[in-house]
C-alpha cells in the first residue's frame, strides 16, 4: 500500500530553525512530483515548495531562501529544512504526491481552500509553531 509520513516540526522561536521529513512507502518519492503544503488556522492551504520527479524545485515566494528541500534516497525521504522561521511560518505542513495540478486548478476557481485532500497521497500533517 502506498502511503507518506509526514514527521518534523515542533515548536521554535522566530529565527530559529527546524526540519520536516517526509518518507514514502510502497512507492519510490523521487520518482514522483512531490510537494509540501501548509494549512494555517483560517488561511486557506498554501503550497510551499514541489520538486518534480525530474528533479526541479520550487518554493513559494514567502519562504524562497529560507526553506530548502533535499533527499535522502536510502531512506525513500524528502526533507524540507526550514531556516529563519517567522510567525507567519506557523502552520500544519504536509506532504503530498501527484496533487499540485489538481490542486492548483481547484485554487484557481477558488475550490481548494482545505488540505488534505482525497485525491493523491498526502501524509497526516505535522504541527509547526513559531514564536516571536
Known amino acids: 500500500e502506498a502511503r507518506l509520513a509526514d514527521s518534523g516540526g515542533g515548536s521554535v522561536r522566530s529565527g530559529g530553525s527546524t526540519r520536516l521529513s517526509c518518507t514514502a512507502s510502497g512507492f519510490t518519492l523521487n520518482e514522483s512530483d512531490m510537494a509540501w503544503y501548509r494549512q494555517a488556522p483560517e488561511s486557506e492551504c498554501e503550497l510551499v515548495s514541489t520538486r518534480s520527479k525530474y528533479g526541479a524545485t520550487d518554493y513559494a515566494d514567502s519562504v524562497k531562501g529560507r526553506f530548502t528541500l533535499s533527499e535522502d534516497n536510502t531512506k525513500n525521504t524528502i526533507y524540507l529544512q526550514m531556516n529563519d522561521l517567522k510567525p507567519e511560518d506557523t502552520a500544519v505542513y504536509y506532504c503530498?504526491?501527484?496533487?499540485?495540478?489538481?490542486?492548483?486548478?481547484?485554487?484557481?476557481?477558488?475550490?481548494?481552500?482545505?488540505?488534505?485532500?482525497?485525491?493523491?497521497?498526502w501524509g497526516q500533517g505535522t504541527q509547526v509553531t513559531v514564536s516571536s
Open positions: 503530498a504526491v501527484d496533487v499540485v495540478v489538481r490542486m492548483s486548478m481547484m485554487q484557481a476557481y477558488g475550490l481548494g481552500s482545505q488540505c488534505p485532500r482525497d485525491f493523491g497521497f
